[in-house]
């Protein structure tokens, strides 16, 4: 008797069947490096949203951020610039999941992205070397942690502390979002803009303008 088809736990999708041809990822995590403020909600939303308790600790997260004196080949101003290390989504079947010796890697049928079944994982660690970006990471207690793209609207874009809406109205300032979950030809466009200046206030003024405080205070 043949086994009843498996189905994605997050978006309730039947499975790919062994051996299907898979097509490439199309939408994917991109990252404007040099916007990035190194605030690390990213991480704490991707933390949040896959550890099972519902944990806030980076340690558990699928995106990481480190500090690199040059971004995009060019010296960052003091020394300072920030990269996200994200899961580019290799072509199927990526290198993480070709050198997996027990196949516990299954793919996403809404997002064709290569998933970990942690059920199925032995925690060889064989797909951490085999990563040419070094962004299949190990958690504390060895489980093997791949980005998912979170079923198709990943928590980390949302949460990116740097898109405009999570900004008050008023000072001065010109930034851009970070991270983006768009297809190639999209982001191209992205990198090509310039960001737009907007007015920021400060807090006490934005609580002025509100009714939050009186002018007294």
Not at 1 to 8: A, D, G, R
Not at 156 to 181: D, I, S, W
Request: proline letters at 9%; aromatic letters at 6%; hydrophobic letters at 35%.
């Amino acid at each position: 008797m043949s086994n009843p088809p498996q189905k994605e736990l997050v978006t309730g999708q039947q499975w790919y069947a062994p051996g299907a041809e898979i097509p490439d990822v199309d939408q994917k995590l991109y990252a404007l490096q040099n916007q990035c403020t190194d605030c690390n909600v990213c991480e704490i939303a991707c933390s949040l949203v896959h550890s099972p308790e519902g944990e806030l600790n980076p340690l558990l997260s699928r995106i990481r951020i480190s500090h690199a004196p040059s971004v995009n080949s060019r010296k960052a101003t003091h020394g300072f610039g920030f990269i996200s290390a994200i899961c580019h989504h290799c072509g199927n079947p990526p290198p993480c999941a070709e050198v997996c010796p027990v196949d516990a890697f299954y793919y996403d049928p809404k997002t064709n992205v290569a998933v970990i079944a942690q059920d199925k994982c032995i925690q060889c660690m064989e797909c951490v070397p085999a990563c040419p970006f070094d962004v299949v990471f190990v958690a504390p207690d060895g489980e093997l942690l791949k980005c998912d793209l979170c079923g198709g609207e990943p928590a980390c874009v949302e949460a990116c502390a740097t898109r405009p809406e999570m900004n008050n109205a008023g000072k001065q300032y010109t930034r851009a979002p970070v991270l983006f979950h768009a297809d190639a030809k999209a982001f191209r466009s992205v990198m090509q803009q310039k960001p737009e200046k907007r007015d920021e206030v400060g807090m006490m003024q934005a609580m002025l303008e509100r009714g939050e405080i009186s002018s007294s205070a």
